[in-house]
């Protein structure tokens, strides 16, 4: 059993509906609007939306996804280059990032149910599958959730 949020849309969604826009972080700089619009970018990334470059040498994938694959969770206040932590809102209220979130979690899920979409790059761990993308999106909400208090 692993220790991840499980990457059902409803229990997702039921957990963020929870999160109000005063809702303070345990550790970082994102406000919680910030954060669902941030999780959203990740899903626009694994649905290849969002293109960007590998960052890891091709050496040190295969460590980055036996970290993917491992029990571990994902530090407190890592930062990438990718994610800027200041971004402007795009949306005028918490409920419509949210809305935006779902949207997303379904373009993701329907681009991997053509046969023909079989990876798309993240910038850290390289090409991934579907089963990655799931992975690393629990691995990265429960992250999220956590900050936030929402498991």
Request: aromatic content about 10%; charged content about 25%; hydrophobic content about 40%.
């Amino acid at each position: 059993m692993s220790q991840f949020i499980d990457t059902d849309i409803t229990l997702l969604l039921s957990k963020l509906d929870t999160l109000s826009d005063e809702k303070s972080p345990l550790w970082g700089k994102m406000t919680a609007q910030q954060m669902v619009e941030h999780l959203t970018d990740s899903l626009k990334i694994s649905s290849g939306k969002i293109k960007l470059s590998l960052e890891t040498p091709e050496e040190k994938l295969p460590k980055m996804l036996q970290f993917l694959e491992s029990e571990h969770a994902m530090p407190r206040n890592f930062e990438v280059s990718f994610v800027d932590p200041k971004a402007p809102l795009r949306h005028d209220e918490m409920a419509l990032a949210i809305d935006e979130f779902l949207l997303e979690w379904i373009d993701f899920e329907e681009y991997f149910s053509n046969p023909a979409a079989t990876e798309t790059v993240h910038p850290l761990y390289g090409a991934l599958n579907f089963e990655q993308w799931l992975r690393l999106h629990s691995k990265h909400f429960t992250h999220h959730f956590t900050q936030f208090e929402l498991i």
